[in-house]
């Protein structure tokens, strides 16, 4: 079983269109990181979300912590093709030993 | 600053062979960590190194190690390969004081056959 559960698994939308990717944990969430891969590359750092309701943004990317629900989504507003890749969400989950990471969710935007 | 370097990037062994990938962090952090991304296991924490001491581990076998050394540079090696560890191998820095944002390298892709 997956300690941090990503949905959709996939997304295809057209381009100018908004979407939310959604992160569950199943233990309580000490912090939580977003991150974008393109295919066989290394990950780029998006956001990182340390208490209850905190909201972060940068350029059209915003991302919020919903500690009592366990759960993050990242929201994208009027997409571009230049937001195309993985997106992965991770979480120390303080069992004390290591850094887990979600199922990941790709996103395709078709121009 | 320079970023996470990992060397090298593409690496093609076979079965029973052993291997070694080394990652060079940002200046100034002293935490690695190493992931191996998979298609059907996604990305998996192996371990990591915090001055030149393995701090927390993951649920790999013993096949699998690694080591840091007085400048923060890491190695990780595994020993007699099998098919299942072709993948996407990541390492990450950071300063390592808990609680903090994990800096990647762009990864080496082993392929074993």
């Known amino acids: 079983s997956q300690e941090l559960e990503q949905s959709p698994q996939s997304l295809i939308v057209q381009e100018g269109k908004n979407l939310t990717i959604n992160c569950t944990s199943s233990k309580t969430l000490y912090g939580l990181y977003w991150y974008k891969q393109k295919y066989g590359e290394g990950l780029i750092f998006l956001m990182m979300l340390q208490k209850g309701g905190e909201e972060k943004s940068h350029e059209k990317i915003t991302a919020k912590l919903d500690e009592k629900k366990q759960q993050s989504s990242l929201h994208i507003t009027a997409s571009q093709p230049s937001h195309a890749g993985i997106y992965l969400c991770g979480a120390d989950l303080n069992t004390g030993n290591q850094f887990y990471f979600g199922t990941g969710t790709s996103l395709t935007v078709i121009p | ?113």
């Open chain 2, 1 to 113: 600053k320079a970023g996470v370097t990992q060397t090298p990037r593409y690496l093609i062994k076979t079965r029973g062979q052993q291997v070694t990938l080394s990652c060079s962090p940002i200046s100034g952090h002293r935490s690695v960590s190493w992931y191996q991304q998979t298609p059907g296991q996604g990305l998996q924490f192996l371990f990591e190194y915090f001055s030149e001491t393995q701090r927390n581990k993951g649920n790999f076998p013993g096949r699998f190690s690694g080591r840091q050394f007085s400048n923060s540079r890491s190695e990780m090696n595994v020993s007699t390969l099998e098919l299942g560890d072709s993948a996407l191998y990541l390492c990450a820095s950071s300063l390592g004081r808990g609680q903090e944002t994990q800096y990647f390298g762009p990864g080496t892709r082993l392929l074993v056959l």
